[in-house]
């Protein structure tokens, strides 16, 4: 068990129950959470993960840094911060489009063990686009369209509301002319206005 003589169980079941993108680690922390720990083959497994995600994770990091000096690219940008977005409202799950997108990202705000988290993904093809740690912003590769909702929500909400008809927000049919015009429905549009 060389992975685990460098890292705690229970550090290691923490960063399994961060990697959402993978639906081996989030199967371990299931039954982590199920049973209160993992079976030893599982351990290996969740220990091999690990080293293998470090790895590569240090291989970017070297390449980005030798990537920075060169010039060749500028360094990330500040992020974006998904919380902004729910301000006001009661929603679990935002629905945004941007002018011109191809198709709808749809924002998911964490329910329980992953309360303070945003999940965000493609509307349309279900591809996982980053996410939201509980206090910082968005990572993923959905930046520039959630840039432009967070600062612009109202047109976002609008838009995805007159895509569908219903109202942008709740979801909820949207019947006179003027919420219909607006693509959100009086009482969501009293919230965020
Ligand atoms: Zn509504």
Redesign the pocket.
């Known amino acids: 068990m060389e992975a685990l003589a460098e890292l705690d169980r229970s550090d290691l079941a923490e960063w399994l129950m961060e990697q959402e993108w993978s639906e081996f680690a989030v199967s371990l922390s299931a039954r982590y959470e199920r049973n209160g720990g993992l079976t030893e083959p599982q351990w290996r497994a969740a220990g091999k993960m690990y080293e293998t995600c470090r790895a590569r994770f240090q291989e970017r990091l070297a390449q980005r840094r030798a990537d920075v000096a060169a010039g060749t690219v500028t360094p990330a940008r500040t992020g974006v911060d998904l919380s902004r977005l729910f301000d006001g409202t009661e929603a679990d799950r935002l629905v945004l489009r941007a002018p011109e997108a191809r198709t709808s990202l749809i924002v998911d705000r964490g329910q329980r063990r992953w309360d303070g988290w945003f999940f965000v993904r493609d509307g349309e093809t279900e591809e996982r686009l980053g996410s939201q740690r509980p206090g910082q912003t968005y990572t993923g590769t959905a930046e520039g369209a959630l840039a432009w909702a967070v600062e612009n929500r109202v047109e976002a909400f609008s838009l995805h509301g007159h895509a569908t008809g219903h109202?942008g927000?709740?979801s909820?049919p949207l019947s006179n002319p003027e919420s219909v015009e607006r693509g959100?429905?009086p009482?969501?549009y009293g919230r965020i206005a």
Do not use: F
């Open positions: 109202c927000i709740c909820r959100i429905g009482i969501c």
